[in-house]
C-alpha cells in the first residue's frame, strides 16, 4: 500500500528540521510520497529533491496563507509552476507583509515587557528576503520560540495563548489572499489543490471555514479538501467527509508535521492513492519529482 502524507513543513517557514531531514523522517515513517508544504516559499523544493531515496516520491507543494472576513484559510498547493505571474506576485506581497508584521509584533512584546530582540527572531527563523521565491519564510511559531528563550511563556503553546494567537496583546494580522481568488492563481499556475484544516480557522466565529466559502472555491477549481488532519476530532473529519463528498472534492489526509514543534508525526494521516491519482491529475505546472 503506498503511503502518502500531503502536508509538511521545514525549516524553511516554521517546522524544525530542515528539508533534507523531513525527507529522511518520511522515509523512516515509512511514506512512499510526501508533499512538502513550506507556507508562502518554495525554498525548500531544491533541497528536498537532491535527498530523495529511490522509490520515493516528492510532491513539490506550498501552504498558501489566504483570509475570508479577518479568519485564516490556508490551501496546500501542488505542482504550479512557481514563477506563473499572478501568483508570483501575490507570494513576495504575503512575504513582505510576514516580516513586516513580525517586526511589529515583536515591538508590542517588547512593550508589553517581553525581552527579546528582532535579531534573535530573525535568527530562530533564518529568515530571507521576501523578494526571493526561495526565501525563508518567518512566522509566528519563531517568535514563540524567542517568546520561551526570554522566560515569558512556558512553551510555543503557551506564548500563543498569553501573547500572540489572535486577539493576544501582541497579535497583528497580516496580508493574505482572498480564498477564491487564490484557487485561481493556483489553477492558473499549472496547479492543485486542497482546503487545508477546515475546521481549524484561526478568528471564524465558529473556528471553520464557512461551507458557502469551500463550495465557491470548488467552483474556482479546488479539488481537494483535507478533511484528515490531526487537529481534527472524529465530528469535524466524519462533517469535512461529507461536504467534500456533496461538493465533489477529493478527500485528503496529511500530518502538518511541523517537526519537535508538533512531536514529530509524518505520516499520522495519509491521503488514499486513488484520491492522490485524481487530485493530480489536471496538474501540468511543475512535476512529482522522483528519488
Ligand atoms: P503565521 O503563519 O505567522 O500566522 O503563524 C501561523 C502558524 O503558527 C501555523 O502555521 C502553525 O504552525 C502555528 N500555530 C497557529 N496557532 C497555534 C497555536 N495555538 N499553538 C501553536 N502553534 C500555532
Ligand atoms: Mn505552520
Ligand atoms: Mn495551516
Ligand atoms: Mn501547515
Known amino acids: 500500500m503506498t503511503r502518502i502524507d500531503l502536508h509538511s513543513h521545514s525549516s524553511v517557514s516554521d517546522g524544525t528540521d530542515t528539508p533534507a531531514e523531513v525527507i529522511a523522517y518520511a522515509v523512516d515513517a515509512g511514506l512512499d510520497v510526501l508533499a512538502l508544504t513550506d507556507h508562502d516559499t518554495v525554498g525548500g523544493w531544491a533541497e528536498a529533491a537532491r535527498h530523495l531515496p529511490a ?17 485564516s484559510v490556508h490551501l496546500v498547493c501542488y505542482l504550479f509552476d512557481p514563477e506563473s ?6 507570494l513576495r ?21 517581553v525581552d527579546l530582540t528582532w535579531e534573535r527572531v530573525l ?6 528576503h521576501p523578494e526571493h521565491a526561495d526565501a525563508n519564510t518567518i512566522g509566528r511559531p519563531h517568535l514563540a520560540r524567542a517568546v520561551v528563550e526570554a522566560g515569558a511563556a512556558k512553551n510555543v503553546q503557551d506564548a500563543f495563548d498569553r501573547w500572540i ?5 501582541a497579535y497583528v494580522s497580516r496580508y493574505a489572499i482572498d480564498p477564491v481568488r487564490a484557487v485561481r492563481l493556483v489553477r492558473e499556475a499549472g496547479g492543485v489543490c486542497s482546503l487545508a ?9 465558529n473556528g471553520s471555514v464557512p461551507v458557502e466559502l469551500a463550495e465557491r472555491m470548488v467552483a474556482a477549481g479546488l479539488g481537494g479538501i483535507e478533511a484528515d488532519h490531526p487537529s481534527h476530532n472524529r465530528p469535524q473529519t466524519k462533517l469535512w467527509r461529507g461536504i ?7 478527500v485528503t489526509g496529511s500530518s502538518d508535521d511541523h517537526g519537535s514543534l508538533t512531536g514529530h508525526r509524518l505520516g499520522a494521516r495519509t491521503t488514499a492513492p486513488e484520491a492522490f491519482e485524481e487530485l493530480i491529475a489536471p496538474a501540468t505546472g511543475t512535476p512529482l519529482l522522483k528519488g
Open 93 to 113: 506581497r504575503v512575504r513582505h507583509d510576514r516580516a513586516t508584521r513580525a517586526e511589529e509584533m515583536v515591538e508590542k512584546l517588547q512593550e508589553n515587557g
Open 244 to 250: 467534500a463528498g456533496d461538493l465533489g472534492a477529493v
Open 85 to 90: 505571474p499572478g501568483l508570483a506576485g501575490e
Open 123 to 128: 535568527e530562530i527563523a533564518g529568515a530571507g
Open 197 to 205: 484544516h477546515p475546521a481549524r480557522s484561526e478568528g471564524a466565529t
Open 55 to 71: 522509490g520515493f516520491t516528492l510532491v513539490p507543494g506550498m501552504e498558501l496563507s489566504c483570509a475570508y472576513q479577518g479568519s
Open 165 to 169: 494567537g489572535s486577539g493576544g496583546p
